[in-house]
């Protein structure tokens, strides 16, 4: 395995077991059919637990993207006020699940390479770009950025809440700046590997852990 090193508050196994909605939140031109999404999907099903898992295709538009989620949030919610939850993200969804999780402080959150400033990482991806794993294309267009600056959230909320993934390795988004925005944090630092986490199934164990999956 790529060597890491573990930085942790306390104990960083969720312990109250599998949350009863897991939303699994992919990365910018991602979609459900990646490496990571379709892992996290073999997982739950393994476990005999699918029905806890929800993967959504993200629209490009990040206002949209939330609302999605939200809604579904909304409706689950409504008649289970104490519905557990956690979200995993993945690049641009850890930008979406750390929103998420500040909106409900009763959520874990896992991230996966998350992106920090992602209205500055993805200011050269304006235009139609095809979504990878997918025939499909989206359009990005520039006030999608303001709308993802106006999400940003600088502080945490019960930053033990958090369970951060980081390759030192990373070719798409700097890795000292995701340790550094997750201060106090869980937080698993690899010593390698890259923007994918293309040795996934070496981090898995540690991921299944964070979401109650013992």
């Known amino acids: 395995m790529t060597p890491f090193v573990l930085n ?15 939303v699994y939140l992919h990365g910018f031109r991602s979609s459900s059919k990646s490496m990571k999404a379709q892992t996290m999907i073999d ?30 949030l909304h409706g689950r919610l409504q008649s289970r006020p104490d519905l557990s939850l956690t979200f995993i993200g993945s690049s641009l969804g850890g930008f979406y699940a750390t929103v998420l999780g500040e909106r409900y402080p009763q959520a874990s959150v896992v991230l996966l390479n998350p992106a920090i400033k992602p209205y500055d990482d993805l200011q050269d991806q304006i235009g139609k770009k095809k979504v990878y794993f997918s025939d499909e294309e989206i359009e990005f267009v ?49 010593l390698g590997s890259d923007h994918a986490l293309s040795d996934f199934d070496e981090i898995l164990p540690f991921v299944k852990l964070a979401v109650g999956l013992q």
């Open 8 to 22: 942790s508050p306390g104990r960083f196994a969720r312990t109250a077991g599998v949350a009863e909605l897991v």
């Open 43 to 72: 997982t739950f099903a393994n476990a005999g637990l699918s029905s806890h898992l929800w993967v959504p295709d993200l629209p490009a538009s990040p206002a949209q993207a939330l609302a999605l989620v939200e809604n579904q």
């Open 142 to 190: 520039p006030a999608y950025l303001d709308d993802l600056k106006a999400m940003e959230r600088t502080s945490l909320t019960k930053p033990e809440r958090y369970f951060l993934v980081a390759a030192r390795d990373d070719e798409v988004l700097n890795c000292d700046t995701m340790l550094k925005r997750y201060q106090g944090a869980h937080q698993l630092h690899l």
